[in-house]
Structures are given as C-alpha cells and as structure tokens.
C-alpha cells in the first residue's frame, strides 16, 4: 500500500478525479482517501512513481507520507 498527503484534495470530486486517474493507470487499484486529513491510500501494483505522475497528472501535488 502507498500512501500520500495531498493538500489540494478538498472534495468528493477531487478524490473522483484522482481515483479516475489511478484507475486508468491500474484498472484494479483501490483508493481510500480522507479528504479532511488529506490522506491518500493506494493499493494496486504499479510502483510508486508512476502513481505518483498520474496524481500530479491529474492537477493535485501528492507527497510522500511517512
């Protein structure tokens, strides 16, 4: 699992865009996001940085959490 702090996840919609984005890079990953503590959990089988690019792709900054 991977997990992220994105500050610019605000919403419902924000996490529909970012779940969309990581569902077309890896149709089967889970997404579990926490809009008010901004914590974003991925559970798939693409790496890291590539779940990263597709975040940043879709217009929000993710950071590593931890």
Sequence with gaps: MLEFTVQDMTCGHCV??????LQQLDAGARVEADVQTHRLRVTGTAAASAVEQAIRAAGYTPQAYG
């Design 16 to 21: 529909a865009t970012i779940t969309k984005a």
